[in-house]
């Protein structure tokens, strides 16, 4: 039995010595062989041996050389998995082995804003340039602040325009930014000049101009003297400031219950240029529209306790994806939510 016992122990040592020296798969199996073999195998003999050993110690034989072999394996499967994450040697003997310094390498891409989010703050930093700021508000709206508060009284058919998702009776997901003008004038006093940006979301079957889920900008100003004038002027700078100065935009009358008067603002169909009749984003108008505007009407002003005697107001409610669209020139709305990382990457992710 001590006899046996120094055999394990000496081929212990003696397997730790040469597992130090295996360098490739062919060593490997060589070793694996020399102690594992299923006829010769140094381990494999021991078990032979066992035979031999007196009943009284063949039970404590028996493990010594079991723990070997689990050692011995256990060792052998480390290396393997060491030598298969090495990189492949130059000097490899096998083809595929060796490194080819010519291919290309792997890029690695960092993440990057998205490119509504590049366009949000491009929108944003033409307002902050004249002096705006910025306001946010919740998703999660009461009736009263998404309706109520905007001159829709309960059950006026305006309502039925916005697609609105209730969460329960009183409270939706947000139709409109148009929301935060509200909680903006409870909170502040004239002179305001704030733009609001934030998705908003509407019972819709998406189409290339229409989704369920999008994003707004909404700008107000309420001052002593604001004009229909400084509305024009400043949504037409706004609007040559993206897209250039040549860019046809035209205003027509309109209807919102929160202004009056109202208008929608067009621009012109920058996919078609008003020439395919059948263009899927213009429906072969020539025209887009991309934002609703007007003045505050007094009402909402009484709503917040703000005096419309003294102070008259005027805002907007821009679409951003909508216009996104115009300014990178995309026909198809679905491409911003995809998010296919070859639709993304052509916008600033590098
Ligand atoms: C409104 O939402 C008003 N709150 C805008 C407003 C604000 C008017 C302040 C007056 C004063 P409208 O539903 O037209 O209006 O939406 C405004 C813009 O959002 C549209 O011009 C369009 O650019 C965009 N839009 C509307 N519906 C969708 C949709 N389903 N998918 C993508 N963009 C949309």
Redesign the pocket.
């Known amino acids: 039995m001590a006899d046996l016992k120094d055999r394990v122990e000496g081929l212990r040592k003696a397997f730790e010595a040469e597992a130090l020296k295996v360098g490739d798969a062919k060593s490997l199996e060589e070793l694996r062989t020399a102690f594992l073999g299923r006829k010769k195998g140094h381990v494999t003999l021991l078990f032979e041996d066992l035979k031999t050993v007196p009943a009284e110690g063949k039970r404590e034989a028996g493990r010594l050389i079991n723990e070997l072999k689990e050692s011995v394996t256990v060792r052998l499967d480390a290396i393997e998995g060491q030598l298969s994450l090495a990189w492949p040697s130059v000097s490899g003997t096998s083809a595929e082995a060796k490194l080819d310094l010519t291919l290309p390498g792997r890029k690695k891409y960092v993440g990057a804003a998205h490119p509504l989010v590049l366009f949000q703050q491009e929108i944003e930093n033409v307002f902050l340039g004249m002096g705006f700021t910025i306001e946010e508000g919740p998703e999660i709206e009461t009736d009263y602040y998404n309706f109520e508060a905007l001159n829709f009284p309960p059950h006026h058919p305006a309502r039925d325009?916005?697609d609105t998702l209730y969460i329960k009776d009183d409270l939706l997901l947000r139709?409109?930014?148009?929301p935060v003008q509200i909680r903006v004038m409870e909170k502040k006093k004239p002179p305001i000049r704030i733009i609001i940006p934030g998705r908003v979301f509407?019972r819709?079957t998406p189409d290339p101009?229409?989704?369920?889920m999008?994003m707004?900008i909404?700008g107000l100003v309420v001052d002593e003297g604001a004009t229909f004038a400084h509305l024009k002027g400043t949504l037409e700078y706004f609007i040559r400031a993206l897209f250039g100065e040549k860019i046809k935009v035209r205003f027509r009358p309109s209807f919102?219950p929160?202004?009056e008067p109202?208008a929608?603002v067009d621009i012109e169909c920058i996919v078609c240029g008003g020439q395919d009749k059948s263009c899927r984003v213009c429906s072969g108008t020539g025209w887009k529209?991309?934002?609703?505007?007007?003045m505050v009407d007094p009402q909402v002003l009484k709503n917040v306790n703000i005096d419309p005697e003294k102070y008259s107001g005027w805002?907007?409610?821009?679409?951003i994806?909508?216009?996104a669209m115009f300014a990178y020139g995309i026909t198809e709305?679905r491409h911003f939510y995809e998010n296919d990382l070859r639709f993304i990457r052509q916008f600033g992710a590098k």
Do not use: K, N, V, Y
């Open positions: 325009s916005w139709t409109h930014t148009s509407r819709e101009t229409h989704l369920p999008f707004q909404e919102f929160f202004t109202s929608e529209e991309i934002l609703g505007s007007g805002a907007f409610g821009l679409g994806d909508r216009t709305m």
